[in-house]
């Protein structure tokens, strides 16, 4: 094995924290830091313009394209579960909507006895990555790299949506990241100038030039290298070369909610039988490495429209994308510059519930499949994510060869409660539908359809046909237990020069979307980096 110099950190992957840690770990020039990523650099224009987005879901180039173990309360269904492979990650290949969750949800991970992670201790981090177009407020920034704006253009099917969901009795929410999240409005996207800003475009192409960062694509990390329980560097493969390179400070694995416990595991730092199964020696019996996956399940259903005014119908023919083409090159405006989702309503549909528990929301088109042919009449699509699921599944390998997809168990549904709460939450959307606003748009209800009109009929609807909303955390749970995998500063629980920083640490999932927590992650992570390497430098020299 090649072993090139030594850096002072190793950044494993370059998603949505690893390039938040990749700027900020650079910036003063004092640190010399290598950022692995096992895809490709992102210059295809499918990963800038939004309605790219489509197109990546089934792009092996930029996708991981992994799919769940069978899910049992869906059927035995295996379920999609698509991961940005590029740099920026799944910034790189997501649905553009900028929602960061409920100050709840970071209190929460405060009472789990995380010191820091409150929401008045996480809020000054959403602001310090946001240059939100509408500017600075008490929760907004407007000076940091991430692009936040409104949608350029508003669809008379969003803004007949988000009527309806007053007329359903729901308030207007025009900041859904502000005091309050409950109510209709739209939302707010990662995007600059109808271009995407992903992680790799706002936060690691400005720090590209800088000579102290090194940024390999197309490597893929194999292992962490140990001197006992600190971690000293890595092992990778680009092509089929094995290379090495030694960490001075730490090993940052910031590979997502699947890869990195992938990698915590190969490693040796994983449940022991497991891993003694499969020949890996054990560095650490840590059950909890890959436990605890959390991720967002929703209902979708399908309605078409009256008039041939949906994105379906936009693309159908060659005239149309020919003026959509020319109108986006022109203005950067129209289809080609709407996210997956653009307007929606947060609700409370469980009576238990004190905060919203769903997430209703439109989408300006329709197809049989996720990612698939769009539907040859004009429709939409009526999505529900149920934003707090109980329910906790596991990420384990089932191969020593780092480059086998691991297995991946979300558990959808586990619980009663996130199956009422779900069934409760569809209700909602379909009343939403369903109220004069809307209902003069909508022809019919093609999926689940009218006769699907009782609580059983709608929950073997959605366990046949309900999907993820792409946001799993929890695979490397932050907390002060045995099971937890970081402490509150995100090191690696028992080791020292190794820490985990991207969504996986999350001790549940927020109730909203996941890459402006992630990115909050990224930067309060890199912060805790840096002080812990400033306290480590003033410490006196040991003398003998
Ligand atoms: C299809 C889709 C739609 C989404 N829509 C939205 C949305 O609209 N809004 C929102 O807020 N969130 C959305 N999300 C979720 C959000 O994008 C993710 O939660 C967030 O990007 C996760 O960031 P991360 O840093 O944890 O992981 P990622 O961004 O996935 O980054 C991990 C990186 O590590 C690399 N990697 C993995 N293993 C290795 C290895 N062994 N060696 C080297 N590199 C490795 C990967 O290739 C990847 O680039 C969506 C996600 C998807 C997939």
């Known amino acids: 094995m090649h072993m090139s110099e030594t850096f002072d950190f190793i950044i494993v992957g370059a998603g949505s924290a690893g390039c938040v840690l990749a700027n900020r770990l650079t910036a003063s020039g004092r640190h010399r830091v290598l950022l692995l990523e096992a895809g490709p650099r992102n210059l295809h224009p499918s990963l800038h313009i939004p309605l790219g987005y489509g197109k990546l879901f089934s792009d092996r180039r930029f996708n991981w394209c992994y799919t769940t173990e069978p899910q049992p309360q869906c059927h035995d269904r295996e379920v999609i579960a698509p991961r940005g492979k590029v740099l920026g990650g799944s910034s790189s290949i997501n649905g553009l909507i900028y929602i960061r969750g409920q100050a709840e949800d970071f209190n929460y991970w405060r009472q789990l006895g995380n010191a820091g992670w409150g929401f008045e201790d996480v809020l000054p981090y959403f602001r310090k990555a946001e240059a939100n177009e509408r500017g600075t407020d008490q929760f907004h920034g407007a000076s940091g790299p991430l692009s936040v704006s409104n949608l350029r253009d508003r669809h008379p099917l969003a803004e007949a949506f988000v009527e309806a969901a007053q007329q359903c009795g729901y308030p207007r929410n025009d900041d859904f990241n502000g005091p309050a999240q409950e109510g209709a409005g739209y939302y707010q996207t990662t995007m600059r100038n109808g271009l995407r800003s992903s992680t790799a475009a706002c936060y690691l192409k400005p720090a590209r030039r800088r000579p102290n960062l090194e940024v390999v694509s197309q490597a893929l990390a194999t292992r962490i290298l ?155 699509t009526g999505v529900c994510t149920l934003l707090r699921p109980e329910s906790r599944g596991f990420v384990r390998i089932k191969s020593a060869d ?134 480590e430098r003033s410490k006196p020299a040991a003398t003998f």
């Open 226 to 380: 140990f001197d006992g329980r600190r971690a000293t560097g890595l092992e990778y493969l680009v092509g089929s070369d094995k290379r090495g390179a030694r960490a001075g400070v730490e090993v940052i694995v910031a590979s997502g909610a699947f890869n990195s416990p992938q990698l915590l595991q190969l490693s040796g730092i994983g449940p022991a039988p497991l891993l003694q199964s499969l020949g890996i020696a054990v560095i650490a019996d840590a059950p909890g490495v890959g436990g605890a996956l959390n991720d967002h399940f929703a209902g979708r259903i399908i309605l078409r429209c009256r008039n041939s005014i949906t994105l379906n119908d936009a693309v159908r023919n060659w005239g149309g994308r020919l003026a959509a083409g020319l109108r986006y090159a022109a203005t950067r405006r129209g289809y080609l510059a709407v996210p997956a989702i653009s307007a929606g309503c947060f609700v409370r549909a469980h009576p238990a519930s004190e905060t919203p528990d769903s997430q209703c929301s439109i989408a300006l088109y329709s197809a049989g499949t996720i990612g698939g042919e769009l539907h040859p009449y004009p429709g939409v």
């Open 402 to 535: 780092p480059r086998a997809a691991p297995a991946i168990h979300p558990n959808y549904l586990a619980t009663r409660k996130d199956r009422e709460t779900l069934v409760v939450g569809v209700k909602v959307l379909r009343r939403i539908f369903q109220a004069p606003a809307m209902a003069r748009h909508i022809a019919e209800e093609i999926e689940p359809g009218k006769q699907c009109d009782n609580d059983d009929d709608l929950l073997d609807f959605i366990r046949r046909r309900g999907s993820t909303t792409y946001h799993p955390v929890g695979s490397c749970r932050m907390g002060q237990d045995r099971d937890a995998v970081v402490d509150e500063r995100l090191r690696v629980r028992g080791f020292a020069g190794l820490r985990v920083v991207d969504a996986s640490i999350m001790p549940a999932v927020v109730s909203g979307n996941t890459n402006a927590a992630t990115i909050m992650i990224g930067e309060k992570g890199a912060e805790m980096i840096l002080e812990d390497a400033r306290a």
